[in-house]
């Protein structure tokens, strides 16, 4: 096991690489210059070289790129073009929303998903099995920014009730901090939800197919046990993978809900970074998600292989 | 291809993705000779005003018709969706074609291009790359269209390596086909069910993602109308004037709810395994 674990992060340190050169080439593709952003057009040539020495603008290609990642390696990602303020700082104090906001979604939409699923895959072709078809295919067919800009309208017409405004951390204040986070996370978990269902209907109909199922039934083990003892643990794995892959949309999607609930996480920054061509604040704050991302798969991974002992680490 | 029909007729739920798509590509085709109104026009006198005779689904803050700007906003999503989701599966179809079909050192190469790019979440990489080439409609297919590119090369790929084992093709090869006559002619039309059905919910997913980088203002840019730059605009309005929140949003979502109806049938209907 720990040989697999090992051998499955060394696989990591190419993959890694190449995200970091793509996003290095993309940076460097475009228009414009960072000298030109900073000091406008009208820059004499001397303050202009010196601007460029001093972001390493002068040298080769290659060379910008292995001064970047040598930075990025002993933590240092650069400092912001606006602020001035050293990014890896300002990545990780945002990166604890995000992560929060994250868990939380995923969790909203596993107790929506999983007991959903389970109902459709028992009563298989019934009217309950065809509207948690429609659920779930609404679940992945609304758009979570759609989804949220209507929530806010119902919830303001109907019951007057606006979401708290200036964001408090989990620490300070923990009531305050999940009556924030609690309708973003809402927004992002259903839209989770509807593949989750989907995927936990269709494994539970596999596994109840199968032999060793037929046999506990026939030893007279209640429906109950057949279920949550047999069935459910088995019908875990594929669950866990669509997990593993919706994670990813999950932090994709904190980019835009944090953005209509002005949630200061690592979406809003990327965002504003953007909008502010702020470019080595989007590098390295892409750059870590991406990595971020990588690594929940491979912990997915990790976790699919422990509980399905049927997969070797070879 | 008749038992597909035929099968399809029996699945009503598929039935109601393709009169819903349908109904959409109508939308998007006959747009401007449907709407009563110029889309981008202002009726100065008549903004913010609540759905009626002249105005169907009421106006906007700047007095524009919300239904001419809907219908032509139908057609924007469904020319993105269409040229992006173009991009994407040209380039994912012949990437795959080639790993699957050498599974050589280029096969290695394609595929760990497409696990780079599939690292990424698809908006957070739509977003980089249309902040790269700047906001526009023609860079944000571009963009969308690279989103997409893996999951059509691990698609094709995949069934090219499941066809080329197959005896027919085996048999072509010993009697001494060309190896481009052998992928093209033989190996590449038995590729197309996983392809298609990719290609549909690719489809939804493509409108999603053009309605997501419209809403943060990175995709289409104003005054051309957008669903999703409509629902990002009518934020400020909407407790006001709901209409013009509720009617791009209401869209939206039948327009992705019927792909992928669609795109579900259609998996169902080709995926040999669940005949």
């Keep these: 096991m720990f040989a697999y674990i090992l051998r499955r992060l060394l696989m990591l340190i190419p993959v890694l690489f190449g995200i970091s050169v793509f996003i290095f080439l993309i940076m460097k593709m475009i228009p414009g210059d960072v000298v030109s952003t900073i000091l406008g057009t009208e820059a004499t040539d001397e303050a202009r070289r010196q601007l460029e020495k001093q ?13 970047w990642m040598g930075g990025v390696l002993t933590g240092d990602f650069g400092v912001s ?10 990545i990780i104090s945002r990166f604890g929303l995000t992560l929060e906001l994250t868990m939380l979604s995923a969790f909203i939409s596993w107790i929506i998903a999983i007991p959903l699923g389970i109902v459709a895959a028992l009563k298989r072709n019934t009217s309950t099995d065809f509207g948690v078809r429609i659920i779930s295919l609404l ?30 951390s989990l620490f300070e204040d923990p009531m305050k901090n999940l009556q924030m986070m609690i309708l973003p996370a809402f927004v992002l978990g259903t839209a989770m939800a509807g593949a989750v269902m989907r995927m936990t209907r269709s494994s ?3 596994v109840l197919r199968q032999d060793f199922i037929r046999t506990i039934r026939a030893k007279g083990a209640s429906e109950r046990i057949v279920i949550f003892n047999h069935a459910l643990k088995n019908a875990m794995i594929p669950i866990l993978t669509i997990i593993g892959m919706q994670i990813g949309t999950l932090l994709g999607g904190t980019v835009i809900i944090e953005q209509i609930f002005s949630l200061p996480g690592l979406g809003q920054m990327v965002l504003t970074a953007i909008n502010q061509r702020d470019y080595p604040v989007v590098q390295g704050a892409v750059l870590f998600i991406a990595t971020v991302f990588v690594l929940i798969n491979l912990l997915v991974d990790i976790l699919y292989s422990y509980l399905d002992p049927r997969i070797t680490y070879k | 291809m008749k038992e597909i029909m035929a099968r399809l007729k029996k699945d009503k739920v598929g039935i109601v993705g393709v009169i ?34 002249t105005y169907w689904f009421g106006t906007d803050e700047f007095g524009r018709d919300i239904f001419s700007r809907v219908v032509e906003g139908a057609r924007v999503s469904l020319y993105v969706g269409l040229i992006s989701v173009g991009i994407g599966a040209s380039l994912g179809f012949v990437f795959g074609l080639i790993a699957g079909f050498f599974q050589n050192w280029v096969d290695n190469l394609i595929m760990r291009i497409m696990d780079i790019l599939f690292a990424f979440p698809d908006i957070l990489l739509a977003l980089t790359i249309v902040a790269v080439l700047g906001p526009n409609l023609e860079n944000t297919m571009i963009a969308i269209g690279i989103v997409f590119t893996p999951v059509f090369t691990r698609t094709v790929r995949a069934a090219v390596i499941a066809v080329k ?60 109308p957008s669903w999703g730059a409509m629902l990002n605009e009518s934020r400020q309005y909407m407790e006001i004037a709901p209409w013009i929140a509720i009617f791009p949003a209401l869209f939206i979502i039948v327009t992705i709810f019927c792909f ?7 998996r169902d209907l080709l995926d040999p395994k669940l005949k």
């Design chain 1, 55 to 67: 972001f390493g603008l002068n040298l080769p290609i290659y060379q910008q790129y292995l001064q």
């Design chain 2, 260 to 266: 992928n109806l669609l795109g579900d049938s259609l």
């Design chain 1, 81 to 90: 073009l606006r602020t001035g303020k050293p990014i890896l700082g300002d």
């Design chain 2, 165 to 224: 084992e197959m005896e027919f093709i085996i048999s072509a090869k010993a009697i001494g086909v060309k190896t481009h006559k052998v992928i093209f002619r033989h190996v590449s039309p038995n590729v197309l069910a996983p392809f298609i059905v990719q290609s549909t919910l690719a489809l939804s997913g493509a409108i999603l993602t053009e309605a997501a980088l419209s809403f943060l203002g990175l995709g289409i840019q104003p005054p051309n």
């Design chain 1, 204 to 206: 539970i109909l596999e």
């Design chain 2, 20 to 53: 819903g798509v349908g109904l959409v590509l109508l939308l998007g085709l006959f747009g401007p000779w449907l709407s009563p109104h110029d889309s981008t026009e202002m009726y100065k006198e008549h903004m913010l005003e609540g759905p009626s005779a």
């Design chain 1, 139 to 168: 679940g992945v067919s609304v758009p979570n920014f759609a989804l949220a800009t209507l929530l806010l309208l119902v919830l303001s017409l109907a019951f007057s009730y606006y979401p708290p405004a200036g964001y408090v």
